[in-house]
Antibody
Framework: QLQLQESGPGLVKPSETLSLTCTVSGGAISSSRYYWGWVRQPPGKGLEWIGTIFYSGSTYYNPSLQSRVTMSVDTDKNQFSLKLTSAAAADTAVYYCARRNNWDYADAFDIWGQGTMVTVSS | QSVLTQPPSVSGAPGQRVSISCTGSSSNIGTGYDVHWYQQLPGTAPKLLIY???KRPSGVPDRFSGSRSGTSASLAITGLQADDEADYYCQSYDSSLSGWVFGGGTKLTVL
């Protein structure tokens, strides 16, 4: 069964770069059926789509974050990553990685990681 | 302020039926883009509940159903149970924003 696991620092200083990695196990990241994405949730608030990447490296970013976001994929390690530059307190959130399934589930996010809390503070 | 508008909260007694609305516009739901619903139990990751307007992933009870009308979508839950108490989010694609958008979420309380 496919599983996703986020990893990265839980504390980031303001103005620095927030970096997270999602490791995919139980299946290959290099499938044409799926995209891979990041979604975040500030404490006590709703969900926000950050971006999506295909195994070929094609990326799609939330326009409100596009200037600060970079996503990449490493098919050898079966991982994809998120970098968010110029971190600020407003970026404090639980960050989820998820699979977007355009084969079986009409592009819905059908599998999610457990999430990792990232706090931006000095 | 979310592109997709949901009521902040709904409530119902065990066994009752509740409905959660998701109001969009002509650049998302009204265009015909699919709507998905997620259930988020306290302290856990979201779980796909309904996809493609009204389809249920394997394992989701048929007490949960989805529908769409014009620029809005709805999630209905019948036979309310205590463990349905959770936050529910709708999601669609928005052509004006060129990206995926979520509703603000609705907290369901089972009385």
């Amino acid at each position: 069964q496919l599983q996703l696991q986020e990893s990265g620092p839980g504390l980031v200083k303001p103005s620095e770069t927030l970096s997270l990695t999602c490791t995919v196990s139980g299946g290959a990241i290099s499938s044409s059926r799926y995209y891979w994405g990041w979604v975040r949730q500030p404490p006590g608030k709703g969900l926000e789509w950050i971006g999506t990447i295909f195994y070929s490296g094609s990326t799609y970013y939330n326009p409100s974050l596009q200037s600060r976001v970079t996503m990449s994929v490493d098919t050898d390690k079966n991982q994809f990553s998120l970098k968010l530059t110029s971190a600020a307190a407003a970026d404090t959130a639980v960050y989820y990685c998820a699979r977007r399934n355009n084969w079986d589930y009409a592009d819905a996010f059908d599998i999610w990681g457990q999430g990792t809390m990232v706090t931006v503070s000095s | 302020q979310s592109v997709l508008t949901q009521p902040p909260s709904v409530s119902g007694a065990p066994g009752q039926r509740v409905s959660i609305s998701c109001t969009g516009s002509s650049s998302n739901i009204g265009t015909g883009y699919d709507v998905h619903w997620y259930q988020q139990l306290p302290g856990t990751a979201p779980k796909l509940l309904i996809y493609g307007i009204n389809k249920r992933p394997s394992g989701v009870p048929d007490r949960f159903s989805g529908s769409r009308s014009g620029t809005s979508a709805s999630l209905a839950i019948t036979g309310l149970q205590a463990d349905d108490e959770a936050d529910y989010y709708c999601q669609s694609y928005d052509s004006s924003l060129s990206g995926w958008v979520f509703g603000g979420g609705t907290k369901l309380t089972v009385l």
